[in-house]
């Protein structure tokens, strides 16, 4: 079992940033791969970013250019720096981490919320 808890979000004007952080415990960190994905009003969850127990990302076409990942193993953490927020990007975001190919261990989520 694995204990995953965002925290960060927030509200922002268009053109600003957000960092989140996302807390994992319960199996060893560095053995995960960690995601982040978003829910906005009326819309499916969808994904953002992950990163691999190796280091190797990956990112949605929404995010290249304007969110990075990465993740301190020592800290357990895996972060999602968010620059040039757009009104689109409002969503509750959601931290996953998986053992395998399929994220399994979800967090409650953060809401972020970008004013135009």
């Known amino acids: 079992q694995v204990h995953v808890v965002e925290s960060g979000g927030g509200l922002v004007q268009a053109g600003g940033s957000l960092r989140l952080s996302c807390a994992a415990s319960?199996?060893?960190?560095?053995?995960?791969?960690m995601g982040w994905f978003r829910q906005a009003p009326g819309k499916e969850r969808e994904f953002v970013a992950q990163i691999r127990s190796g280091g190797g990302t990956s990112y949605a076409d929404s995010a290249k250019g304007r969110f990075t990942i990465s993740r301190d193993n020592p800290k357990n953490t895996v972060y999602l720096q968010m620059d040039s927020l757009k009104p689109e990007d409002t969503a509750v975001y959601f931290c996953a981490a998986a053992t395998s190919s399929t994220y399994i261990y979800w967090g409650q989520g953060t809401q972020v919320t970008v004013s135009s």
């Open positions: 319960g199996r060893t960190f560095s053995s995960l791969s």
